[in-house]
């Protein structure tokens, strides 16, 4: 861990101000000069920022790259800082650890994690497995390094359907964590033996099939934008394949999907059935679209914790590393890498 020298900047003075709390830190705006000491700090760090599509718009904002956590992870590998500050949730920023080994990976808060990842330990799998020797078990992306490491593939939701297809059709599979995605997968496959973990993202609770059709019919112009990479949207991914809304008005997308189609789209109205953080980009791209949550209470908690406090705690005093044991990123490595070579992975969450 590296602690910059603070005596020449303003770092002190915003540094004094930073407040921990069970939530996040906070006491910091996102301001013109938090982004200017940001990127002071970040080029002294040799430091490259990646933000997710669900951070706050200052985070957005003043990061190098902004994207989906594949993409993101991608880049991390190229990039020629050698620090990488990740802008999103705990096993984003490990999958990034995991394809840049060599690198160091920060978190601006370490608590940042994920409801849909914890809601499978490794220990957890471990007996699954041990119940049913011989399955063939696919993973999430939403899942740990540990969890990764004792799968044999992984997958997102543009190719949960390709991977259990990849899958000798006489071998049992144990499809973990997203219950919502193992089911959609199980009905698009009509595979009988693939057994789901009943696992969810907190976010997408409030996401139900009367809702959407509720919406559906207030809403009688406008298309739905469905972000099938993250958990918060795998139950509309679920109820719209079920009819929940006219599937003509149906776009399932990605994110760069949806910034595409908000440019070129016809509609007034556009419902947006993912993390409410992805209506910042879209109303950018497209201001003369009425963008629209689903769901307005489809905030992520722990996307929210990487604060303007945060990132600059992060910065000045190279915390929060994250690191995977060299064998599990190995293992784990695998099966990403397996997930990256079957049909189109997308970009994940
Ligand atoms: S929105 Fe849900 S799946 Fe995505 S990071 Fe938050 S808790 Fe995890």
């Given at each position: 861990?590296?602690?910059?020298?603070?005596?020449?900047?303003?770092?002190?003075?915003?540094?004094?101000?930073?407040?921990?709390?069970?939530?996040?830190?906070?006491?910091?705006?996102?301001?013109?000069q938090?982004?200017?000491?940001?990127?002071?700090?970040?080029?002294?760090?040799?430091?490259?920022?990646?933000?997710?599509?669900?951070?706050?718009?200052?985070?957005?904002?003043?990061?190098n790259?902004?994207?989906?956590?594949?993409?993101?992870?991608?880049?991390?590998?190229?990039?020629?800082?050698?620090?990488?500050?990740?802008?999103?949730v705990?096993?984003?920023?490990?999958?990034?650890?995991?394809?840049?080994?060599?690198?160091?990976?920060?978190?601006?808060?370490?608590?940042?994690?994920?409801?849909?990842?914890?809601?499978?330990t490794?220990?957890?799998?471990?007996?699954?497995?041990?119940?049913?020797?011989?399955?063939?078990v696919?993973?999430?992306?939403?899942?740990?390094?540990?969890?990764?490491?004792?799968?044999?593939?992984?997958?997102?939701?543009s190719?949960?359907?390709?991977?259990?297809?990849?899958?000798?059709?006489?071998r049992?599979?144990?499809?973990?964590?997203?219950?919502?995605?193992?089911?959609?997968?199980?009905?698009?496959?009509?595979r009988?033996?693939?057994?789901?973990?009943?696992?969810?993202c907190?976010?997408?609770?409030?996401i139900?099939?009367?809702?959407?059709?509720?919406?559906?019919?207030?809403?009688?112009?406008?298309?739905?934008?469905?972000?099938?990479?993250?958990?918060?949207?795998?139950?509309?991914?679920y109820?719209?394949?079920?009819?929940?809304?006219?599937?003509?008005?149906?776009?399932?997308?990605?994110?760069?999907?949806?910034?595409?189609?908000?440019?070129?789209?016809?509609?007034?109205?556009?419902?947006?059935?993912?993390?409410?953080?992805?209506?910042?980009?879209l109303?950018?791209?497209?201001?003369?679209?009425?963008?629209?949550?689903?769901?307005?209470?489809?905030?992520?908690?722990?996307?929210?914790?990487?604060?303007?406090?945060?990132l600059?705690?992060?910065l000045?005093?190279?915390?929060?590393?994250?690191?995977?044991?060299?064998?599990?990123?190995?293992?784990?490595?695998?099966?990403?890498?397996?997930?990256?070579?079957?049909?189109?992975?997308?970009?994940?969450?």
């Open positions: 861990m590296t602690v910059l020298n603070r005596t020449d900047t303003l770092a002190d003075d915003l540094a004094a101000r930073i407040i921990d709390s069970p939530a996040g830190y906070t006491g910091i705006d996102g301001d013109e938090w982004a200017a000491e940001v990127r002071r700090l970040a080029q002294l760090r040799n430091a490259t920022i990646l933000a997710h599509n669900y951070q706050l718009p200052a985070i957005q904002d003043v990061a790259h902004v994207g989906d956590s594949l993409a993101l992870s991608r880049i991390a590998a190229d990039a020629s800082e050698d620090t990488i500050v990740f802008c999103g705990h096993f984003m920023a490990e999958t990034a650890k995991i394809l840049s080994p060599q690198k160091t990976v920060l978190i601006p808060d370490q608590r940042a994690g994920c409801s849909l990842a914890d809601s499978i490794a220990e957890d799998l471990q007996a699954w497995k041990d119940e049913h020797p011989g399955a063939v696919v993973s999430y992306v939403n899942t740990s390094a540990a969890v990764k490491a004792l799968t044999d593939i992984c997958c997102t939701s190719n949960a359907v390709d991977v259990v297809n990849s899958i000798d059709p006489d049992e599979v144990l499809f973990c964590p997203d219950q919502f995605l193992g089911a959609h997968a199980r009905r698009m496959t009509g009988e033996n693939l057994h789901v973990w009943a696992g969810e907190h976010v997408h609770a409030g139900n099939g009367d809702e959407l059709a509720g919406q559906a019919r207030s809403h009688p112009d406008a298309e739905l934008y469905v972000h099938p990479e993250c958990g918060c949207a795998t139950s509309a991914l109820l719209a394949g079920e009819g929940a809304f006219p599937q003509e008005r149906v776009k399932i997308l990605s994110t760069g999907g949806m910034l595409d189609a908000a440019r070129a789209t016809h509609a007034r109205q556009v419902l947006v059935a993912t993390e409410v953080g992805m209506l910042y980009q109303r950018r791209a497209a201001p003369g679209v009425d963008f629209q949550a689903v769901n307005d209470r489809a905030s992520c908690k722990y996307m929210k914790m990487i604060t303007p406090a945060a600059l705690r992060c000045l005093d190279g915390v929060d590393e994250v690191d995977v044991d060299p064998e599990t990123s190995q293992r784990a490595r695998r099966s990403v890498q397996r997930m990256i070579e079957i049909g189109q992975p997308g970009g994940g969450e």
